[in-house]
């Protein structure tokens, strides 16, 4: 159980997908045959590290992966396609293309399906990642077998250090807006137009302006954030984009 088998071909399998609401195969041919694949895989769609470190950080990254001779990022979850699809929609993680190991065929192929019987969840996938290139294994990163969740070497961060050390993540960038403000709407075509990827944090929606004086200090949007740094309004922010 959760052997590392770096060197070997992944398990030879499909899996049942719902796509533009019909019934595909999607096999594993298809997803590492001549490519460089980043896999992780996690206990559960909706659970708490899932949804709020593990998948959100690999999307984040993925430009810089792919830069990196990543062709294609993959969640897999032993969990059903309708299941992956909410989970991947709720997410808006559009990078990253999300596998339903339903049955945990590829799983116990890979010694990683547990049992978490004792949470609800039954057989599910161990969290590891893994670099693999034209179907064989390069590189893992296994979680480390003791109980719980453990969450300690298969983070986006620990893949694209090992794939390449000298690679500079891109900076943490959240942008507090509110609807109908042509500053907030200026703001952010700047930062799309420069391809910067951004959080946008919607007054009214995500946050309330009590919220943004609490948590900035800040009574004024459009406000601009990059690595925890205060930026500014949306003038700070055309000022930020062209240095």
Excluded at 47 to 75: F, M, Q, W
Excluded at 128 to 136: E, H, I, N, Q, R
Excluded at 225 to 237: E, I, L
Aim: glycine share 8%; proline share 6%.
């Amino acid at each position: 159980m959760l052997e590392n088998i770096e060197g070997q071909r992944v398990p030879n399998t499909s899996f049942p997908a719902r796509q533009n609401d019909e019934w595909v195969n999607i096999t594993t041919d298809q997803l590492f045959t001549g490519k460089t694949v980043v896999l992780f895989a996690l206990p559960g769609a909706f659970t708490p590290t899932c949804s709020s470190t593990h998948l959100p950080r690999y999307n984040e990254l993925a430009g810089v992966l792919k830069e990196n001779g990543v062709d294609e990022i993959v969640c897999l979850s032993v969990n059903d396609t309708f299941v992956m699809n909410a989970w991947l929609a709720d997410q808006e993680a559009g990078n990253i293309t999300v596998v339903p190991d339903g049955c945990g065929t590829f799983s116990e192929g890979m010694g990683m399906l547990v049992d978490k019987s004792e949470i609800g969840f039954g057989k599910r996938s161990w969290r590891y990642s893994m670099l693999v290139k034209d179907g064989v294994i390069e590189k893992m990163f296994i979680e480390p077998n003791q109980p719980g969740d453990p969450f300690e070497v298969s983070d986006a961060d620990t893949m694209l250090n090992y794939i390449n050390p000298k690679a500079k993540a891109p900076s943490a960038v959240t942008l507090f807006t509110k609807p109908g403000c042509p500053f907030c709407t200026k703001a952010k075509a700047a930062l799309k137009d420069n391809n910067i990827a951004f959080e946008e944090i919607v007054l009214g929606t995500d946050a309330t302006s009590v919220s943004l004086k609490a948590i900035t200090g800040q009574t004024t949007v459009p406000q601009l954030y990059v690595d925890g740094r205060h930026v500014g309004d949306s003038n700070a922010v055309i000022a930020y984009v062209n240095s």
